[in-house]
């Protein structure tokens, strides 16, 4: 069970690390705008006793160890004291990790979040004898016992299912064991690349046309490549990326390491490949990960088609990769959080009373912390993972566009989690993070669409559809090549062939000109640009990224259907958040009526580029036609 939680503390799932080094304490923040995390645990003190408590109580699972084919009911006894231990776990881990990001220097919660993930480490321990003894039983056996006890059919046929399929990559109790003693090992190359990049690393700074010096740390970086002088943002580019490129050898051997630590597992646990083992846990058929890059390349001119609108929108003549973050059409409209609050449940207002009843639940009950403060954890995020309260979420709202559409985004994911929970047991709520960014993207597809039906002056049209153009290249298109470049460098470590930091440019070189059209001459990528996997996190994350680009192509036809009303649309989507992980999560999807594994998703997210690129093109031609005004005498 692979919870919100432990999978931070495992190192698989991306959470924003606090930049905080210019706030202030800032002004004091309402109550409401807070979470309430004693909807958990009321005091400190329950929470510590509740871990104590749990401490004791993980060795005792071993007591089924060497029985659980005695009975049909005594297998449903064991796994339902594994799961309700995990649930306690999950919850623990849910109320120290939110704790903890609500400031990052307070050593007590980042000494909670470390408690926890030992005791997921003592439950890896005191488990891992379980699946092996399973698969030993045989299938036969095991019909048997489904048989003998309804209650175990009912809830845990997906999990033995899932468990007796995963029988080939399964060892022994003693060599699981062993391996899940080294996980820390494993974890090592990430650990030296975050603490070298986070904190030790010798980011440069510069300055800027206005004379404002900037120490180009991650987060600078980010917030300055968007600057509208163009110089400015070459000199950012150059320089950030020119100081990675004085790691690129030990960077580059970290992540060989890491790959390496990966090729490690699928080869013990019997895969052919890298992405084979790690798509088996969240049951995804690898025939998905390549579709998405044979489609992706197959809609690369709908990516140079927006390259060249980007270009003369900027009027730029040469368009260069420094030139891809600047908004296509600024704007001053401000969203303050209520607005954004009204805006999210009048454009949830098709998904139907229940959905916009859990939305104003979490908007009026302290679900979530709104406001940047010193010290809390940057980004965004939603956790589910408290099974028995309710979804969290963290924010850092700003009154603007991208905060108000983070919102619905986050609140997506929450909504799936607050009805999963209410439909599932335990152990089948957990989704994927495959089904996960569907629920989220669906919501800002459904936002974006209400704002263009609710403008019809072509400034604040142009802006929104610029947002809409951007959204799709950075979600799609960008996520996509590094699922390309990912399969690739795993690829070169299974061959056996060197893979240093240098040939690890070059490779990610070749598919950045490929996919920005550096040949074609739609875009110019210099040479120096090819050390950016360097600064890309998630690429220490196993197979992760092209979750992005494969979420927003279902969400994209999701939304679209139940835009167009069409009939069953909205229940069908609901369902597939009700059904949490219950059941493989391409069979979830096909069942929503999504297959990723055909053509039609990702033709869909470039039929919807093309029509936004049309629509902006039409203003702008509208806009070349009319007369310039006469200056008044």
């Known amino acids: 069970m692979m919870t919100l939680a432990f999978a931070v503390w495992m190192g698989l799932v991306p959470v924003a ?49 060497g029985k659980l084919s005695s009975s049909g009911s005594f ?19 849910s109320y120290a990790f939110n704790k903890s990001s609500e400031d990052t220097r307070d050593a007590p919660s980042m000494s909670r979040t470390q408690a926890v993930g030992l005791l997921w480490t003592k ?78 690393f010798p980011w440069p700074t510069i300055t800027l046309s206005t004379g404002e010096e900037v120490e180009l740390r991650q987060s600078e970086f980010e917030r300055v490549r968007t600057l509208p002088n163009r110089e400015d943002r070459k000199l950012v580019f150059d320089s950030f990326f020119g100081a990675l490129q004085n790691f690129e050898g030990t960077i580059g051997s970290a992540l060989n390491a890491h790959l390496n630590g990966h090729w490690y597992l699928a080869n013990t646990h019997h895969h052919e490949t890298s992405l084979a083992a790690a798509l088996e846990g969240s049951r995804v058929p690898p025939e998905v990960y390549r579709t998405l890059v044979e489609q992706t390349n197959a809609q690369l001119p709908t990516l140079h088609r927006y390259l060249r609108l980007r270009a ?74 408290s099974y028995d309260v309710h979804p969290y979420v963290l924010m850092n709202y700003n009154d603007d566009f991208l905060s108000a559409s983070t919102l619905a985004h986050e609140f997506g994911h929450a909504v799936h989690s607050h009805l999963a929970n209410e439909a599932q047991p335990f152990h089948l709520a957990d989704y994927t993070t495959f089904i996960a960014e569907i629920a989220s993207t669906f919501n800002e597809a459904l936002l974006l669409d209400y704002q263009l039906e609710s403008v019809d002056n072509d400034e604040e049209r142009l802006f929104y559809l610029g947002q809409a153009l951007d959204k799709l290249r950075g979600t799609y298109f960008r996520q996509a090549l590094f699922a390309e470049f990912e399969l690739a460098i795993h690829e070169k470590v299974e061959a056996g062939e060197p893979l240093t930091g240098e040939a690890i440019s070059a490779l990610y070189l070749e598919l950045l000109r490929r996919y920005h059209g550096h040949e074609e001459g739609v875009m110019e990528i210099d040479e120096a640009y090819g050390i950016e996997w360097a600064y890309v996190r998630h690429f220490y994350y196993n197979f992760y990224v092209y979750q992005y680009a494969t979420s927003l192509a279902a969400s994209s036809l999701l939304a679209e259907s139940v835009l167009k009303e069409e009939e069953g649309a909205v229940e069908r989507h609901l369902n597939l958040l009700r059904a949490g992980g219950s059941d493989d999560p391409d069979v979830l999807l096909k069942t929503a009526g999504v297959d990723l594994t055909t053509a039609a998703p990702y033709e869909a997210v470039a039929t919807q580029m093309n029509a936004i690129m049309d629509e902006i093109e039409a203003i702008l031609e509208r806009r070349a036609e009319e007369p310039t005004p006469e200056p008044e005498k």
């Open 17 to 65: 690390a606090a930049e905080d080094e210019d706030l202030d304490e800032g002004p004091t923040v309402a109550i409401e705008d807070t979470w309430d995390l004693s909807h958990m645990y009321a005091t400190l003190d329950d929470w510590q006793k509740e871990h104590d408590q749990v401490d004791g109580e993980i060795p005792t699972l071993e007591n089924c160890k």
């Open 123 to 200: 439950f890896g321990k005191h488990t891992s004898w379980m699946e092996p003894e399973l698969v030993a039983m045989g299938q036969k056996k095991l019909d048997k016992l489904l048989r003998q006890d309804k209650a175990l059919a009912n809830n845990y046929t997906y999990y033995l299912r899932k468990t007796m399929e995963a029988a080939e990559h399964t060892l022994s109790a003693d060599e699981e064991a062993l391996l899940a003693a080294g996980s820390t090992v494993r974890q090592g190359p990430s650990r030296v690349y975050k603490i070298l990049l986070s904190a030790e």
């Open 75 to 93: 297998l449903r006894q064991c796994l339902d004291e594994q799961m309700a231990i995990a649930q306690r776990l999950a919850k623990l881990g």
């Open 312 to 385: 003369r929108m900027l009027e730029i003549d040469e368009i260069a990769y420094y030139d891809i973050y600047p908004a296509l059409v600024e704007t001053e409209i401000d969203f303050p959080l209520q607005k954004a609050k009204d805006l999210t449940i009048a454009s949830c207002e098709p998904l139907g009373d229940e959905y916009v009843s859990m939305l104003k639940e979490g908007f009026d009950n302290r679900w979530m912390d709104v406001y940047p403060s010193l010290g809390k954890s940057s980004g965004a995020y939603s956790d589910g993972s």
